[in-house]
Antibody
Framework: QVQLVESGGGLVKPGGSLRLSCAAS????????MSWIRQAPGKGLEWVSY????????YYADSVKGRFTISRDNAKNSLYLQMNSLRAEDTAVYYC?????????????????????WGQGTTVTVSS | DVVMTQSPLSLPVTLGQPASISCRSS???????????LNWFQQRPGQSPRRLIY???NRDSGVPDRFSGSGSGTDFTLKISRVEAEDVGVYYC??????????FGQGTKVEIK
């Protein structure tokens, strides 16, 4: 079945780095835009970053621009988020998600459509 | 950024009764391609979000037909025709029209009275 599994979260000190991974299965990963979304403790959802199916187009939220780097390896069906210069306000559950939708006949991918498949999330805690 | 404002933020409902959540955007969500990219997500306690509705009114696969979405322009609604116990959770609207700057509403917590 279609599945996304995140890993790599943990406890890190302010200013530190962490690399999140997301393993995709059950669909043709290379056909889809992917994104990272985060949720601070007790708070709502915040989009973090997009990457196109080929990896050639990338966008970041202003809150992480210059500190986070999204990438993908289509041969390994994997999505990544390199997080540097971490701050306390980056503490959150980080979800990877597939962008698109499937009708009864076809599937479409792209950020305007929203996130149709989500992983279970991985927790990042930034604290001294 | 487009601000998405949901109301109410808390919604106590009686099992079997209808429920309605409003979502208003600070700018029109009609894209230049003519589509309106407004999504609704459900997040049950302790779970990841799950999309229920895309492009205002299209249900995702496996979503019960008691969930329906409607609206246009800047004003949208998610309705649950008869609330069931499994519908407890937080519901978010999200606009994709103005991507890459997609934005979520604050969330509406649905609980059983």
């Amino acid at each position: 079945q279609v599945q996304l599994v995140e890993s790599g979260g943990g406890l890190v000190k302010p200013g530190g780095s962490l690399r999140l991974s997301c393993a995709a299965s059950g669909f043709t990963f290379s056909d889809y835009y992917m994104s990272w979304i985060r949720q601070a403790p007790g708070k709502g959802l915040e989009w973090v970053s997009y990457i196109s199916s080929s990896g050639s187009t990338i966008y970041y939220a202003d809150s992480v621009k210059g500190r986070f780097t999204i990438s993908r390896d289509n041969a390994k069906n994997s999505l990544y988020l390199q997080m540097n210069s971490l701050r306390a306000e980056d503490t959150a559950v980080y979800y990877c998600a597939r962008e698109g939708y499937c009708s009864s006949t076809s599937c479409y991918s792209g950020p305007p459509y929203g996130m149709d498949v989500w992983g279970q999330g991985t927790t990042v805690t930034v604290s001294s | 950024d487009v601000v998405m404002t949901q109301s109410p933020l808390s919604l106590p409902v009686t099992l079997g009764q209808p429920a309605s959540i409003s979502c208003r955007s600070s700018q029109s969500l009609v894209h230049s391609d003519g589509n309106t990219y407004l999504n609704w997500f459900q997040q049950r306690p302790g779970q990841s979000p799950r999309r229920l509705i895309y492009k205002v009114s299209n249900r995702d696969s496996g979503v019960p037909d008691r969930f329906s979405g409607s609206g246009s322009g800047t004003d949208f609604t998610l309705k649950i025709s008869r609330v069931e116990a499994e519908d407890v959770g937080v519901y978010y609207c999200m606009q994709g029209t103005h991507w890459p700057d997609v934005t979520f509403g604050q969330g509406t917590k649905v609980e059983i009275k």
